[in-house]
């Protein structure tokens, strides 16, 4: 959780996307874990890209951090949340 606190994403802000039907930007295989990548919104309506591996049956945050802009518009457009 060390690494989101640095892009000022919190524990809470990581679970909300999980939440609410996040889009699946894919996965990559890196250091012998599979790695999730998503883009979601917290309650605040914050787009945020979350990174995650499954460690047995528990979702590990990697990282997470604010999505670019343009990322944010088309999120928020495919969304309908503009």
Do not use: C, N
């Not at 990548?37 to 945050?61: D, K, M, Y």
């Amino acid at each position: 959780m060390i690494h989101i606190a640095r892009h000022d994403i919190t524990a809470a802000e990581f679970e909300h996307p999980r939440e609410a039907d996040p889009l699946d930007m894919g996965y990559d295989f890196i250091d012998g874990e599979h790695r999730w990548i998503e883009v979601g919104h917290t309650r605040a309506v914050r787009v945020i890209v979350l990174v995650w591996t499954l460690r047995g049956s528990i979702v590990r945050p990697v990282t997470a951090w604010q999505a670019p802009r343009k990322r944010t518009i088309a999120y928020l457009k495919l969304k309908g949340l503009t």
